[in-house]
């Protein structure tokens, strides 16, 4: 058993933390902090600007992926590293619906056109990407989905409505999830896995506002979407191994450990200079003792997420244990953007995204902290329900 | 970073599973819990075979120099299999403080004779009005000539009863709870001037009240340097935590396991009760604190432990997310288990006491939750770096 970072280790964090400090740009990190502050909607720029500089510089944009692809197939180690040195950095996260989502999907069971016209612009962060999964009526039960696509020729006809798909609003393509045999024994037999251009004629995006006010989903609508038979990953029909294989990509590296991390030393900052009872608030007992509480889920979270990555490095894929991960990180995300909320007393109430005024208001630390309450209430839900993923690891795990 | 037994520490696992599994199975159990003495001196023989007794001490007094790593090992299959044998008192806890502090002289004439099993020790440290704080001491010790002389009582001292030495800690100076003189005297556990009231625990383990008049010790047995020992207690009280949190796991996996199975067998409504979703979900709840309670124990066994306040920080929140962990896989192994897991014959409610009573050893949750506090928030570390106001 050994934790330490060996000298190779050392020098690969040494090459991060001087990498982000020469290249992440200060405009980038103002952009995003004022609009994050008064509760702005992020523009495409500020969410892709990092993704492209990391794109051009070793495949770092794409930790995991195979050299060969143009990733940068970082061990284990190295994964966690960059991670943590990115969180500490506070650097815009990439998003995931390119690079975690169907990057591995596209060159894992993609034919080698589409590796050569998709995975470039997924590392480059040209290419915008979003997901079309739920449907209104398929949430948790996703291979209840209904969107329909329906061969004529060389083209499928695809028709339906996919609902929470995040960033929608930016995104150049779309890979949904559609079926294409509605008379399939099973539900899961008859779904098909197809990339979609967000620019051909029939495709609708409509903002969905969550209860911060945020814009982050959206509904997307399929009227008589005409789909070239090339867009179709893999075989017909065999659309659902190729998504049970992207959610499992996609909960690895969902805890966020680096960053609640950084989110409880800010907490603890924040609780310094806030006062109650004529004292600071971090020597209130009550408060502590919800930090230290924070803090020892989350170490022992840490080491379950190193455990689970020395048992990747050892050739065994993130499995149904990538569920714990994903329940436990999103508990204390939520843990801590409450305790965040909770250390601002009133200032939790100024709610500035709805206005056009650029000002202002409370203390600096202040603004937005119930808007981020408010808003991670989403991470139990998404990604499978944490009642969903409770049911896996009972299925996969447990044998139940 | 690895988590991977190394080709020796695999041996051991090896060694102490199979011990467990052909001398402790449940029945075999029950009789030594139930013998008068409570423990069994063929398996403490077995232990001294096995090298086990040997197993932190250093090579130069015929040990194998294992690290908390390798204690873990053996603590945690312990826990698997109840195992009731003072091995945490003599080989962890007392072991650990005379190679801590003993003499050359005091090293070469007691550690050989742990290691061969003929020695056991107990550390009495506890007393009434003490709880957890190692640094409140009433027992006295005064000089008189050659020899000390104790007056005192210590509490709950686990394998006291079956001890040949016992290691008393007597304050030699100082206020009742002054950090500083703070002495430890080691002495045979017949010594005229002891009386022990020996007892069973909740959990069938064994431990006395001691009563110390007049105790006379020759300043040749005090143990390292006078009105000093407060940091070696602490240092070794941190180290037999660890030891006891790894215990503790073990126990976990069993209690967590036996009640998956069990709930895959017992039917009720025409079918497993496991089909129901309610009693999953508490199973994966339990599974979830295990591997939590597993990680954190990895964190602290791998975490600098010679830097005293990484030792600290690290045993307190190994101590407090286990004890959390403790109690919400023992109270549902219970409930799961339905009337099974209330009675005494089920082995059940045998795993959830001794958990329990890990709980309490070496201050329970909230005292190693205050701990933990006291050495993470007391200031706050400045940073240089840019930080922004988004928590996310």
Not at chain 2, 197 to 205: C, M
Request: glycine residues 8%.
């Amino acid at each position: 058993m050994d934790t330490a970072f060996s000298n190779e280790d050392l020098k690969f964090q040494s090459e991060i933390r001087d990498f982000i400090k020469t290249n992440y740009p200060q405009e980038l990190r103002d952009s995003i902090n004022s609009k994050r502050k008064l509760g702005k909607e992020l523009s495409r720029e500020d969410l892709t600007a990092w993704h492209k500089i990391l794109g051009k510089h070793n495949g770092w944009s794409a930790p995991s992926w195979p050299k060969q692809y143009g990733g940068a197939e970082f061990t284990p180690t190295q994964k966690y590293i960059f991670e943590q040195e990115c969180a500490k950095a506070e650097c815009q996260y990439i998003m995931p619906f390119g690079i975690n989502m169907v990057g591995p999907v596209i060159y894992t069971f993609g034919n080698e056109e589409q590796k050569a016209q998709h995975l470039p612009g997924i590392l480059s962060g040209e290419v915008f990407w979003c997901q079309g999964y739920s449907e209104p009526g398929s949430g948790s039960d996703l291979a209840s989905l209904k969107t329909s696509a329906v061969k004529e020729g060389d083209h499928y006809i695809v028709n339906g409505q996919k609902t929470w798909t995040t960033m929608a609003q930016y995104a150049d393509w779309i890979f949904c999830l559609v079926r294409t045999n509605p008379d399939a024994e099973k539900p899961q037999q008859g779904i098909s896995f197809l990339l979609i251009d967000m620019k051909t004629p029939g495709v609708t995006v409509r903002p969905i506002k969550l209860m911060d006010g945020s814009h982050e989903v959206n509904e997307t609508w399929f009227d008589n979407v005409k789909v070239p038979v090339e867009n179709l990953i893999g075989q017909e029909n065999m659309g659902w191994t190729y998504a049970k294989f992207l959610l499992a990509h996609e909960r690895s590296g969902i805890a966020g450990v680096a960053r609640s991390k950084k989110a409880i030393e800010r907490i603890k900052q924040i609780a310094s200079s806030e006062m109650s009872y004529g004292e600071p608030l971090i020597q209130d007992p009550a408060f502590k003792a919800k930090i230290a509480a924070a803090e020892l889920e989350l170490s022992a979270l840490e080491y379950t997420e190193l455990r689970t990555l020395a048992k990747d490095s050892a050739g065994k894929g993130p499995g149904p244990e990538s569920s714990l991960l994903k329940i436990k990180g999103t508990d204390i995300q939520q843990a801590v953007t409450e305790l965040a909320m909770e250390a601002v007393g009133y200032y939790a109430n100024p709610h500035l995204g709805t206005t056009l005024s650029n000002e202002y208001v409370g203390p600096d630390y202040a603004t937005n902290l119930s808007g981020t309450y408010f808003n991670f209430r989403k991470a139990s839900i998404y990604g499978g329900s944490n009642e969903i993923q409770r049911n896996i690891i009972a299925k996969m795990v447990l044998g139940l | 970073m690895n988590f991977d037994y190394t080709e020796e520490q695999t041996l051991l696992d090896n060694m102490v599973t199979s011990f467990v599994r052909d001398n402790y199975d449940w029945d075999t159990r029950c009789n030594i819990v139930k013998s008068e003495e409570g423990w069994k001196e063929e398996n403490w023989k077995q232990f001294a075979e096995l090298g086990l007794l040997g197993v932190p001490f250093d090579e130069a007094y015929g040990g194998l120099g294992g690290k908390s790593a390798d204690l873990m090992i053996v603590m945690e299959q312990f826990g698997k299999g109840l195992v009731v044998e003072p091995y945490l008192p003599t080989v962890i806890l007392a072991g650990g403080l005379i190679s801590k502090l003993g003499s050359e002289e005091q090293k070469n004439s007691i550690i050989p004779e742990i290691i061969s099993g003929n020695a056991r020790c107990a550390f009495a440290y506890a007393e009434p009005q003490s709880r957890f704080d190692l640094n409140d001491v009433k027992t006295s010790a005064v000089l008189n000539g050659d020899d000390y002389v104790l007056n005192g009582f210590k509490s709950v001292v686990f394998g006291a009863g079956m001890a040949s030495h016992l290691i008393i800690s007597a304050r030699t100076e100082g206020e009742q709870r002054s950090e500083s003189g703070i002495t430890l005297f080691i002495v045979d556990t017949k010594s005229e001037g002891l009386t022990l009231q020996n007892y069973p625990t909740i959990d069938e383990y064994r431990a006395s009240e001691i009563i110390i008049e007049n105790l006379k010790v020759s300043k040749d047995n005090v143990l390292g340097e006078v009105n000093m020992a407060y940091d070696a207690i602490e240092e070794i009280v941190d180290i037999s935590t660890i030891a006891a949190c790894s215990e503790a796991v073990g126990i976990l996996q069993v209690l967590k396991d036996s009640t998956t199975e069990y709930c895959k067998n017992r039917k009720q409504f025409g079918q497993s009760i496991a089909k129901n979703q309610v009693i999953q979900h508490r199973l994966v709840d339990m599974m979830i604190e295990y591997e939590q309670a597993k990680s954190i124990l990895y964190m602290a066994v791998t975490a600098d432990l010679t830097n005293s306040d990484d030792r600290r920080k690290a045993v307190s929140a190994a101590k407090a997310r286990i004890g959390k962990a403790i109690k919400f896989v023992g109270e549902s192994a219970i409930q799961l288990h339905g009337g099974m897991g209330v009675v005494d014959e089920y082995m059940v409610s045998h795993y959830f006491k001794r958990a329990t009573m890990i709980g309490v050893l070496f201050g329970n949750t909230d005292y190693h939750m205050k701990r933990y506090m006291t050495l993470t928030q007391s200031g706050i570390s400045s940073s240089d770096e840019a930080i922004s106001v988004s928590v996310t």
